[in-house]
């Protein structure tokens, strides 16, 4: 199973990014994925999950209201629309997944075995 991530980059506050992770070598539709972003020095906190289907997600109250995880499951990738950027957004972005189906756990980080390699996002003030 792999995970790739992309969309990163470099926005002004107040910016949007779209953030992509890819999956492969999984039944996609059959687990649920969620992102987390870690800085320099910090540990690596939860942003948003979604379940296998789609029907339900989940935040961190840091991010509601501003970012939308989604998923395509034709298309093998999970999405991270983050709006109204803030620069305590800046981190690196992870894309992650269970090593199980049907399972899905917002405890932290424990509950993902399976991580992309991440994608940097800076928002400049």
């Known amino acids: 199973v792999q995970l790739v991530e992309s969309g990163g980059g470099l926005v002004q506050a107040g910016g949007s990014l779209r953030l992509s992770c890819k999956s492969s070598?999984?039944?996609?539709?059959?687990?649920?994925m969620a992102w987390f972003r870690q800085g320099s020095g910090k540990d690596r906190e939860f942003v948003a999950a979604?379940?296998?289907?789609?029907?339900?997600?989940y935040y961190a109250d840091s991010v509601k209201g501003r970012f939308t995880i989604s998923r395509d499951n034709a298309k093998n990738t999970v999405y991270l629309q983050m709006n109204s950027l803030k620069p305590e957004d800046t981190d690196v972005y992870y894309c992650?997944?269970?090593?199980?189906?049907?399972?899905?756990?917002?405890?932290?980080?424990?509950?993902?075995?399976?991580w992309g390699q991440g994608t940097q996002v800076t928002v400049s003030s």
């Open positions: 992650a997944a269970p090593d199980r189906t049907y399972y899905i756990g917002i405890g932290g980080p424990y509950e993902f075995q399976i």
């Open positions: 070598g999984q039944t996609f539709s059959s687990y649920a």
């Open positions: 979604i379940t296998w289907s789609g029907g339900n997600a």
